[in-house]
């Protein structure tokens, strides 16, 4: 029993129903019956054994007759100790001769067991058993019968005292807590603390890491303390360990800076302990350092902070204060000053009551019609013809159209080819001049056609129209890098052959045969291969490959996104402002591939050279596009509203509307800073709603223009007022003069097709969420409207009904009655249901929309929208070092109905989704329903994501439609 608290126990479950306990002695201890002057009191507790293996007290009564307690006769009582498992206890103790008979075989199968031990507890657990019938017997109202009469006397003396009377109070609380937890079992709770997230499937695995730790970082065979994180494992929460350190430390009675790796694994053991009651005793035992069994508010103040450090949750640590003072209002209603282990218990046992918001897929319905057939065994040819029709069905948009791209290049460079094989000049330059034509003829045609995909405002328009079922106009920019390619390809075999091949051939060929195949178009006199070079066709060549190189490197992602670092001056090379305008060096190339194409040497009749004709068109609609976007950015002056400096290195510039400005939810717009760069435009989504009377972007710094976006603005904004809160801002009412922003769009994106989907699923990590914040205003909008409608429609039908019943009517004023007509109804929203899953990785990030979160929070009555934040800094919940912020945000939100981490009435939850588990319950609840999945973040969750919308498309009836923003 040692290390056993009583407020710990669980009552065991092979108790007997009437059983004969000591009140004033020791069991163990040897007496006669009837002896005169025996100073013992004997009751009887009457036990109800439930269903679940548990145990209740029903009845105390004073024993009606007692027997000799008799070593050699004892029986066992097991008592559960946590949820973690039944530690069986024995106490010596007597029976009634009833007992004796009714319950003779059981009790003698307990004698036999338990005996060895019966003894050496029983004398402990009486004492212990006895404090804690008293208590009961309070609230039984059986205390002049059961307690002693000195106890007695004091109940009576101390029921005026304030103090003796919140004693009291608290013993009642401590008992139905007790009763709470029995029929609840902390099982479920186990999860709620844990010290060590082993990797290592099991125990042994992970002690052995411990101990090749504790041989690297031992000195002289022993373990500072200074070390004991790192060899536990626990390298970003320092402080903690070394409070878990100091606790075991405590135990031992110890104040020790070193161990011994014995010493350590059995610290390992109890940090590793699977109990409930175990690692709650530890967690408590960090708290109580003058180990008196109580907490204060101040040493409630010193874990929240401790906890706020582990987490890297700095703001939790300035309210350290106000949430230990919340937890002694909730724990110590009382007002003894102090809490004891039993309370921090009830509090992580009931913690799930309080998170009553934001609960993860929340069922309204449970849907169990969920396809059980893709869980059935299939054979290998029914599994890849499956997986074929499934890419099919995903896919046969992309297929389609590169299949007639990559069919028009085979047939020009075949019709090229076989063409030139029927000039002269073939009896010379062989078929090194039939690749080189047939490769030139589909880089006419892919320089025309890469312009299309950027032709942004074009694309824009069509896939409003019919023609976005049959064209993928989301992988625009995918085709664009596709083409590029191709065209990198058809450089190399144009410009290769040219000067590899058939340019060497030329010049090495006989007078004779040039005379005869040549003459004619090289001239009389055979040229030099430097002639060949330094010609119109030949420099113009050249340059084009050079711009060309530069362009496509500058455009590559290593060096578009500076994952290459290079040395001064050479790093202005990378980053996006290098992409940018080595792009623009491609101006310079169309200028002279139609100069280079107008000075063939094969071809003399114009209109035979066609390089112009290819361009001819996409040029032209790309010129037209261009001029647009100068025209339309000009007209488009916006006038800055509001800025905002948040944490994370965001900016949220708010700006006037223009009138012709139209945009859907999802659509991102160019915005351009003459103060920064008069040349430079950047895309950002738009995240006001297209029902405000405002335009609003959130720009993050992570690029050279951004940041001088920022430092632009900060200088133009005012400092803060004293009191509020610490961001830059600035307004309309700002006397300075705020940097002029031009803005051209709408374009469109993947996320502004939402509204075809009867679910949406939006995750965005960090500033990933920026595109998804108008859908979910746009969403609350037509919620509120639809809500409007409906009660203006109930109205007019409630006024009509009124008015057909109302005997007393003028019959002349039926005439006038309105129209019993229904009126019409606007188009309800196909969207049912919407999940925006926010992951990010700093607490001041919800900040940045905060007031459209609480807004969703406080208007959505139909509970359409369902928003979960995640923040990754913060250690899962179940672990030990978040377990204290689990209770607080738990507790702050039950009061004050906001979130301690984002500040908002949407729950933060702690690490990262389980997107698998996010997956299974959307395609349960929403079973036959066409989920469209948006995604906005780094490329490699984007394809875990996608996989599992292929796995769940194969298994069920439900439908995930994956999309990924590109910018």
């Known amino acids: 029993m040692r290390g056993i608290h009583r407020h710990d126990r669980r009552w065991g479950s092979d108790s007997l129903p009437v059983v004969a306990f000591s009140g004033g ?144 109070a608290r013993a009642l609380r401590q008992q139905r807590a007790r009763l709470d937890r029995t029929r609840s079992g902390a099982q479920k709770a186990l999860r709620g603390l844990r010290f060590i997230s082993n990797r290592q499937s099991n125990g042994v695995d992970a002690w052995n890491e411990v101990r090749n730790n504790f041989d690297k970082f031992s000195r002289d065979g022993y373990l500072y303390r200074a070390d004991f994180a790192q060899c536990i494992g626990m390298r970003d929460s320092d402080d903690f360990a070394l409070e878990v350190f100091d606790a075991l430390s405590r135990r031992r009675r110890m104040k020790i800076d070193k161990i011994s790796r014995d010493e350590l694994y059995e610290y390992w053991s109890q940090i590793t302990d699977e109990s409930f009651d175990s690692r709650l005793q530890i967690f408590f035992d960090m708290v109580d350092k003058n180990e008196d069994g109580r907490i204060a508010e101040e040493e409630v103040k010193e874990i929240i902070m401790m906890s706020a450090s582990a987490n890297k949750l700095s703001r939790l640590k300035e309210q350290a204060e106000e949430y230990a003072a919340l937890i002694m209002e909730e724990l110590d209603p009382e007002r003894l000053g102090y809490i004891e282990l039993w309370q921090l218990e009830t509090l992580l046992l009931q913690k799930d009551t309080y998170f009553n918001y934001s609960q993860a897929l929340s069922y309204t319905s449970q849907a169990l019609s969920q396809n059980l057939q893709g869980l059935r065994k299939r054979g290998p040819i029914r599994r890849v013809s499956s997986k074929f029709l499934y890419y099919l069905q995903e896919n046969w948009r992309r297929i389609w159209v590169l299949a007639l791209w990559i069919i028009i290049m085979v047939g020009l460079f075949t019709w090229k080819f076989f063409q030139y094989k029927q000039k002269s000049a073939f009896n010379v330059m062989g078929y090194c001049l039939l690749t080189a034509k047939g490769a030139g003829e589909t880089l006419k045609f892919n320089m025309a056609l890469i312009l299309l995909p950027v032709c942004r405002n074009i694309i824009t328009w069509i896939r409003s129209t019919r023609l976005a079922y049959f064209i993928p106009f989301d992988d625009n920019i995918n085709f664009h890098k596709t083409i590029a390619a191709a065209i990198v390809v058809g450089v190399i075999l144009h410009a290769g052959d040219h000067l590899a091949c058939d340019f060497p051939r030329l010049i090495n060929s006989s007078q004779d045969d040039y005379e005869r195949y040549l003459m004619d178009d090289f001239g009389a006199v055979k040229p030099k291969y430097i002639d060949l070079v330094r010609g119109v066709e030949g420099v113009t060549g050249v340059l084009m490959v050079i711009l060309m190189a530069i362009a496509f490197t500058l455009a590559t992602r290593w060096f578009r996104r500076s994952l290459i670092k290079l040395p001064k001056p050479f790093d202005r090379l990378s980053g996006f402002n290098a992409f940018w305008y080595s792009h623009h060096l491609l101006v310079i190339v169309y200028i002279l591939l139609i100069v280079h194409g107008l000075q063939l040497y094969l071809v003399h009749k114009w209109y035979l050279k066609t390089t112009w004709m290819y361009l ?44 012709q400005f139209r945009y859907k939810s999802g659509q991102y717009m160019f915005v351009q800073c003459p103060a920064v760069s008069p040349f430079e435009w950047h895309p950002f989504s738009i995240t006001s709603a297209p029902g405000d009377d405002f335009l609003s972007i959130h720009v993050r710094q992570l690029g050279d223009w951004t940041q001088e976006l920022k430092r632009v603005f900060s200088e133009a904004c005012e400092p803060p007022l004293g009191g509020k809160s610490g961001l830059l801002r600035a307004d309309e009412t700002t006397k300075k003069s705020l940097p002029k922003l031009l803005i051209d769009g709408p374009y469109g994106a993947p996320a502004q097709d939402y509204s075809k989907y009867d679910v949406l699923l939006l995750v965005g990590l960090g500033i990933g969420a920026t595109p998804f914040i108008s859908i979910l205003k746009d969403l609350l909008n037509n919620i509120v409207k639809i809500e409007e409608q409906e009660e203006a429609v109930s109205d007019r039908c409630k006024l009509s009904d009124l008015m057909a019943l109302d005997t007393d009517f003028p019959s002349s004023n ?111 609840k929403h079973s036959n329903a066409r989920i469209g999945v948006f995604y906005c ?31």
């Open 25 to 168: 002695s020791s069991p163990g201890t040897e007496s006669t019956s009837g002896a005169a002057g025996t100073e013992e009191e004997f009751v009887e507790v009457t036990l109800d054994l439930q269903e679940d293996d548990t145990i209740v007290v029903r009845r105390v009564e004073p024993a009606a007759s007692v027997i000799n307690i008799d070593r050699e006769n004892v029986f066992g009582i097991g008592i559960g100790i946590g949820g973690g498992g039944e530690t069986p206890l024995s106490a010596s103790s007597t029976m009634s001769p009833t007992m004796k008979r009714s319950s003779s075989n059981r009790l003698r199968q307990f004698s036999q067991e338990l005996k060895a031990e019966a003894v050496a507890k029983a004398k402990q657990l009486s004492h212990e058993l006895k404090a804690e019938l008293r208590r009961f017997s309070w609230s039984h109202g059986h205390a002049s019968r059961v307690l002693s009469a000195s106890s007695s006397s004091v109940i009576a003396t101390t029921s005026n005292n304030n103090n003796e009377i919140a004693l009291t």
């Open 616 to 659: 001819a068109v996409p040029v032209l609609l790309y010129a037209g596009e261009r001029s647009l976007r100068f025209f339309r950015s000009g007209f488009s002056t916006v006038r800055i509203l509001k800025v905002a400096i948040y944490p994370g290195n965001v900016l949220t510039l708010q700006m006037t509307k223009p009138a």
């Open 814 to 924: 039926y005439n006038k009655a309105p129209d019993p007509s229904p009126p019409k109804r606007k188009k309800t929203m196909k969207t049912t249901n919407a999940y925006f899953y926010w992951v990010t990785r700093e607490q001041g990030s919800f900040d940045w929309f905060k007031g459209v979160m609480n807004e969703v929070a406080e208007l959505d009555q139909r509970g359409v929208i369902e928003m979960h934040n995640y923040l990754t800094s913060v250690y899962e919940e179940g672990d030990a070092r978040s377990a204290l912020i689990t209770m607080v945000q738990a507790l702050n939100h039950a009061k004050n109905g906001l979130d301690i981490v984002s500040g908002t009435r949407v729950r933060t939850h702690f690490a990262r989704p389980n997107w698998r588990k996010v997956l299974s319950r959307l395609s349960t």
């Open 937 to 967: 973040g780094v490329p490699v969750l984007a394809k875990e994501i996608s996989r599992l919308c292929y796995e769940f498309n194969q298994k069920g009836s439900t439908k995930f439609e994956f999309h990924k923003e590109h910018f």
